[in-house]
């Protein structure tokens, strides 16, 4: 048993950004901490994974959404890895063929990197994503969602609360539909929403959504809090209050907390 707490490390797409336009929202990609009693579960492992401080009695999961740049690019920086023993559980689904230790390796050995997941001191396990199962007490359920090559959204249950993680998401009928479905009731919904419309007309295909659908997915499925997630890499703090007056929701900010 324990506190549920969200935690937003990351909440930028496609590329990290810095400056002092960018210091409320945040410059970091896709990161988000979930605590659950003695559970530290990491979703996706961009650059702000970086700024993450363990807990050293948490058991530590890492579940990956897919496997472009901006969800993995700070998984080589995670301060636990370089803890001698230290387990840490790495899930994802099989890519292009890949199983989620072969892509690693892809990008995290060399020439890109002067070692392996496995040569960091801590104890690492890779683990093919089932469609449901349990990190401690913590029911987590997937869904493949709609995006290039895939990407998996996530539901996590803890004492009757539960988190929908839906990044890398672009909407079409069903899969807004499936999505709904999978998000019903939930307590807190984290939407893609890097696009504007009239930018989403430029991008269709790309793999992302937009606010004025994530409210409709919100909606549907009855989804107690919306949370915007996936900002457009150039999308300034000042361009980002604007768009959460425009449409009373908010987007996810660099160190926000909630507790569950």
């Not at 890895?81 to 292009?96: E, S």
């Amino acid at each position: 048993m324990g506190d549920f707490k969200l935690t937003v490390l990351g909440t930028r797409g496609s590329v990290p950004v810095e400056g002092k336009n960018f210091a409320i929202y945040g410059g970091a990609t896709s990161c988000y901490k979930v605590q659950a009693g003695n559970e530290e579960i990491y979703l996706d492992a961009g650059s702000g994974i970086v700024s993450a401080l363990p807990k050293a009695t948490s058991n530590i999961t890492i579940l990956l959404t897919h496997m472009h740049l901006d969800h993995l690019v700070g998984l080589p920086f995670f301060i636990a890895l370089t803890q001698k023993d230290r387990p840490i559980k790495i899930y994802a689904d099989k890519r292009v063929g890949l199983m989620p230790k072969e892509a690693i390796d892809k990008l995290v050995s060399n020439p890109f990197w002067p070692c392996k997941i496995e040569d960091y001191p801590a104890k690492v396990s890779f683990h093919l994503l089932p469609k449901k199962f349990f990190i401690g007490e913590v029911e987590v359920d997937t869904l493949e969602g709609s995006h290039p090559k895939g990407s998996t959204l996530y539901r996590l249950t803890y004492q009757g609360k539960s988190i929908v993680h839906a990044t890398d998401f672009e909407h079409n009928s069903e899969a807004c539909a499936a999505l709904a479905n999978f998000a019903k009731n939930c307590d807190i919904l984290l939407y893609d929403a890097q696009y504007t419309a009239e930018e989403y007309e430029r991008y269709k295909g790309y793999g992302h959504s937009t606010p004025e659908e994530g409210i409709k997915v919100a909606t549907a499925a009855g989804a107690k809090k919306l949370i915007f997630v996936h900002h457009a890499p150039l999308r300034n703090d000042e361009e980002l209050a604007a768009l959460e007056r425009k449409f009373g929701v908010e987007f996810a900010k660099a160190g926000d907390e909630f507790l569950l």
